[in-house]
């Protein structure tokens, strides 16, 4: 079977996100497995499905800049991206991928992993979703579910500008943001950093494309989008920019907001975890969850799982055992996947909001 290369090359900001949102709605159990390749003309932040902009991004620098700001339908962190990444994204049916959403990173990281080595980098896979050089990062990848797809995000790093993706995050200070860009400069590599001359994009290409079939065991074919698929990638592009889309969560914590009440109180916290950062706003009362908004950089599958975990923790005690219990049976009942972070992680986040007594 034929893993269809829709190689999209140097495209729009917009358009090098939409691209594989667009394809991920066309697909149907009877569709072919894709690889979906493009890298941005200009720069763009790129936000997490569950993240809240104004906490993340410092929106003043970014719109300044004429730094647009869209929110994808994967999971992860804040980023600042520019044609320096190579963008690959591979979208299949669902019972073509790997069921849960563990099993899908150390697949799909495989074949780059093999690239890089390839050209003398000495790529490994940190889980859960990572990919280091001698304990550098060189990568991050991302999982979704979209449509009848599961989309796995990553790509190859010719270069990273650090500075910039330092100015484009929300900090609490300018010293916060020197020190912000220096351990992104100690702890991130990329390819102009580890190589004396990068691969041209051909032969990168040529290279993981090899190793696309022999892991994947899938005939790479390049090919071009059908109507129907140009058509989803332009409704794609629309629904990426639309104020509904881009200030969802900004949305939900406006509406937690005004349940306050007397005996109701409002906190927030934010704690980090193996597989990403938990931000949770809390209503807290008398001692029990009224209301919950959770979000964060963390993975979750399918894309309304963390929306559905807090509406179903309405009423559980403020205690560790009774938050990680509920949250336990939540997750497994629902099919709900967030890897790298366990029910005891979202109590843990819970409990950190909780108002400290006087």
Known sequence: MRLRVLDFGLVGALRSQAVYHGL?????????????????????????????????????????????????????????????QLFTRFVFPRARAPRHAAELYPLFIEPVLRTYRDFGIAAQYRPINDIHVD????????????????????????????????????????????????????HMTTMARELTTPPARDDLLARF??????????EPEIDRPTDAEWRAIEAAEAELTAPDFVEMQGRKLVQLGVKIAADTHLTESAVKAPGGLIRVHLLNREGRVADLMISGDLTCLPPDGLDRLAAALKGVALDAAALTGAAAQVLE??????????????????????????
């Open 135 to 186: 304990g550098r990062k060189i990568g991050g990848t991302g999982a979704a579910s979209i449509g009848e797809a599961t989309v796995m995000v990553g790509s190859f790093m010719y270069d990273f500008d650090t500075a910039t993706m330092a100015k484009c995050l929300r900090v609490p200070s300018e010293k916060f943001r020197d020190k912000l860009r220096q351990t992104l400069n100690d």
């Open 24 to 84: 991920a709605e066309t697909v149907t159990s009877a569709s072919e497995p894709m690889l979906s390749l493009a890298s941005p003309d200009t720069p763009y932040v790129c936000v997490g499905l569950h993240q809240e902009i104004a906490r993340e991004v410092d929106t003043g620098y970014c719109a300044a800049q004429g730094l647009p700001v869209y929110r994808r339908h994967v999971g992860g962190g804040a980023v600042y991206l520019d044609r320096d």
């Open 333 to 358: 009942a629902g099919g709900i996947e967030t890897p790298g972070v366990s029910p005891s992680d979202f109590a843990a986040a819970i409990l950190a909001a909780v108002e400290p007594a006087p």
């Open 209 to 218: 494309f090899h190793h696309c079939h022999e892991v994947l065991g899938l």
